[in-house]
């Protein structure tokens, strides 16, 4: 299980650098050198090996990429810049003349390895965050997500307005701060959610109707949550905590929930992040079934 930030970028680094001991993403024409799909490589700008770089990304002219550089999908690096070393996540924009050695940036946010240290940049034309658009699909998912919320709602209402007072009484009720950090998909959001001790029928019978996560499908209405996608973090304040670098995608119940299998953080993040990739609007009604149904997140 990876801990820190530094051990990620390590752990990236030696993937990297021992390619030929792994099976990596990407078109490779030549030893080191790792291309995704719709890679626009403008006339003068270079590519020092190895380097990997991912989908939809466009290198402008007089730009250095490499060596040791990881580019993440959904990138576009302006003109004469330089990225060394580093790490850019997905939907992340680098502005001109801009030097990035032995670093990870994440939209606006560009972070030391190994000290942790963060610098937010203000200037949205040095770096900042690429907005993916609100495609067809998109809109239909949140769509299909709002509807399925609401009918849950309307089944779930009247053993919510039974529960939630037994529960209250017997100070069975409590919430909790969570916390989604900032990624490529989500900005960060701090939400109260539900705990409920498995303490009593009335305990048992509220988790099994999921009774705790009721009040979260209001926010999926509003369009702040996913109805199912990635979970939180559990945190008992505001801090930033690490998103595990991938993209995220708050939700009121979680990929991993689906699953018997999962037995810790990382195996949950393993699903979340497979589902977060190739799951779509139907799958996800059959995934909600499945966390509905399964009981260990009881």
């Not at 792994?22 to 270079?46: M, T």
């Not at 942790?116 to 034309?125: C, K, N, V, W, Y």
């Not at 001790?197 to 509003?222: K, N």
């Not at 949550?225 to 939180?232: A, K, N, Q, T, V």
Request: aromatic share 6%; glycine share 8%; proline share 5%.
């Amino acid at each position: 299980m990876l801990l820190t930030i530094g051990e990620y970028y390590r752990l990236a680094d030696d993937t990297l650098k021992n390619a030929d001991r792994y099976i990596l993403p990407g078109y490779s024409s030549e030893p080191d050198c790792f291309l995704g799909r719709n890679v626009v490589i403008q006339k003068g700008a270079e590519i020092r090996k190895p380097v990997m770089i991912g989908n939809n990304v466009q290198i402008s002219a007089g730009s250095i990429i490499g060596p040791g550089a990881i580019i993440g999908s959904n990138i576009i690096i302006d003109r004469e810049s330089v990225v060394s070393g580093s790490i850019l996540m997905d939907n992340t924009f680098i502005g001109e003349q801009l030097e990035v050695k032995g670093r990870i940036a994440d939209g606006s946010l560009l972070i030391d390895p190994e000290s942790g240290a963060t610098l937010q940049l203000e200037d949205p034309h040095l770096m900042s965050v690429i907005q993916p658009g609100a495609s067809t699909k998109q809109i239909i998912r949140r769509l299909i997500h709002a509807l399925a919320a609401l009918a849950l709602l309307i089944v779930l209402a009247l053993p919510f307005l039974v529960l939630r007072p037994l529960l209250g009484l017997r100070r069975n009720w409590h919430t909790k701060k969570r916390l989604f950090p900032p990624g490529a998909t989500a900005k960060k959001l701090t939400i109260e959610q539900v705990v409920i001790r498995p303490e009593g029928a009335d305990g048992r019978l509220a988790i099994a109707l999921s009774i705790d996560r009721y009040p979260s499908l209001f926010q999926v209405l509003g369009g702040k949550l996913r109805l199912i996608g990635h979970r939180p973090a559990v945190s008992s304040d505001t801090s930033t905590i690490s998103s595990g670098c991938i993209a995220m995608n708050p939700a009121v119940f979680g990929y991993a929930e689906t699953e018997e299998w999962p037995e810790n953080e990382r195996d949950e993040l393993m699903v979340d992040h497979y589902h977060l990739l190739h799951s779509g609007s139907l799958n996800d009604i059959g995934l909600l079934l499945k966390a509905l149904l399964n009981k260990k997140h009881m």
